[in-house]
């Protein structure tokens, strides 16, 4: 065949891609970068906490029943040597401090 390969050999290059293609698309999902969730979800076996101190503003937005305005607040009354010194903060009261206890260290 002038020109070219012949017929053969071009059907044997088409199914080797055929098959590197399918092997890719069959690893991709355990290849791939995958993202933890913005949120923290209630678990009570977490064994890290988000330290009072530390914390950038997106992790005290992470935990639960805190939103951006609070993240502030509680960042502009660092330092804290107890996570009872949240009583401070503006916003957080006992019923709030109770519900953040299992989730942050000062």
Do not use: C, Q
Not at 66 to 85: N, S, T, W
Not at 94 to 101: C, G, I, M, S, V
Request: aromatic share 6%.
């Amino acid at each position: 065949m002038a020109g070219g390969r012949p017929l053969e050999d071009r059907l044997f290059v088409a199914l080797l891609l055929a098959i590197l293609a399918a092997g890719a698309w069959a690893l991709w999902p355990r290849v791939a970068v995958r993202f933890a969730p913005a949120r923290l979800e209630a678990n009570p076996y977490l064994e890290t906490r988000v330290s009072l101190n530390r914390a950038s503003l997106a992790e005290l937005e992470a935990l639960p029943g805190v939103g951006p305005e609070l993240a502030r607040r509680i960042v502009e009354h660092r330092p804290y040597l107890e996570v009872e010194d949240l009583l401070a903060v503006p916003g957080i009261g006992p019923e709030k401090l109770e519900a953040l206890r299992p989730w942050v260290a000062p």
